[in-house]
């Protein structure tokens, strides 16, 4: 066989390959479609990913809004007659929810993996003159959002005028300056259970209730943090040891360099 002929049929061996490999890969997508066309839904799996010490929502919760408060039932229908988009933006209409994505597998389930906001603070609202609104979370993003009846995370309750009825969120350049503060006392186990609740006033001032004593904490604006925790900390240190925790009424922080103490 001359080396021509030899290597016309080597390429004839590698194009009929090709040929077959392209015909098997359709025809796995033909029957993957076909396939897919005849499974139905055999339940839903809810996934629930929760940084709380408890989840804030229940997988009940989920799946009523799943089935639309149980009016559309998925239960042995065709899984293309149904729509996972439609499903995750039932799901992101609960407050709690900060993202939300559904996918199927081969057996016919649902699976639906749902994360929630892990909060940093609770505003109360009837500190705020306005009693007929329910008390809100903040998130690490600034969201204000519903509360949950599931469980009651262990956070920093804020109050005060700068959380009247008009701000709906944390977002804006005044409301954002509060976030690090929140988010300094909710990552310290210690300054969490030393603060009972801080008031905020309507110019961003902070004032700190400390859970024992009767000493108010004069914060300032929520600049400097760091460097005004460390002189709150020198107070308890220092001076508490010494002078017992309800010989001043005030302890003023926000002045450069010191810490003054009113009786």
């Not at 929760?50 to 639309?68: A, C, R």
């Not at 690090?180 to 990552?187: K, R, V």
């Not at 240190?237 to 309800?246: F, L, M, R, V, Y």
Request: glycine share 6%; net charge positive; aromatic share 10%.
């Amino acid at each position: 066989m001359s080396p021509s002929t030899n290597f016309k049929i080597q390429r004839l061996k590698k194009l009929l390959s090709i040929v077959i490999l392209m015909g098997l890969a359709i025809a796995a997508v033909i029957y993957e479609e076909v396939s897919y066309n005849e499974i139905t839904c055999t339940g839903i799996v809810v996934k629930l990913d929760s940084e709380n010490e408890k989840p804030l929502l229940g997988k009940q919760d989920i799946n009523l809004m799943v089935t639309n408060q149980g009016s559309d039932y998925f239960l042995n229908k065709p899984l293309n007659e149904i729509s996972l988009h439609q499903i995750e933006q039932r799901v992101k209409r609960i407050p709690l929810v900060k993202s939300c994505e559904a996918h199927h597998d081969f057996s016919g389930k649902i699976i639906i993996s749902v994360k929630e906001y892990s909060p940093i603070a609770r505003i109360l609202r009837f500190t705020t003159g306005a009693s007929n609104l329910r008390d809100q979370y903040v998130t690490q993003e600034g969201r204000l959002i519903a509360t949950s009846d599931l469980f009651t995370p262990r956070i920093l309750v804020v109050s005060g005028p700068f959380f009247k009825d008009s701000r709906r969120d944390l977002r804006d350049e005044r409301g954002k300056t509060l976030l690090p503060f929140f988010e300094f006392i909710h990552q310290d186990e210690f300054w969490k259970a030393q603060i009972a609740q801080v008031i905020v006033a309507e110019d961003g001032g902070i004032i700190m209730v400390p859970t024992m004593g009767k000493t108010y904490i004069d914060f300032g604006l929520p600049i400097h943090i760091e460097t005004k925790f460390k002189k709150l900390a020198l107070f308890y240190k220092k001076i508490i040891p010494n002078k017992g925790w309800d010989t001043y009424s005030w302890v003023h922080l926000k002045y450069k360099n010191q810490v003054i103490c009113d009786y």
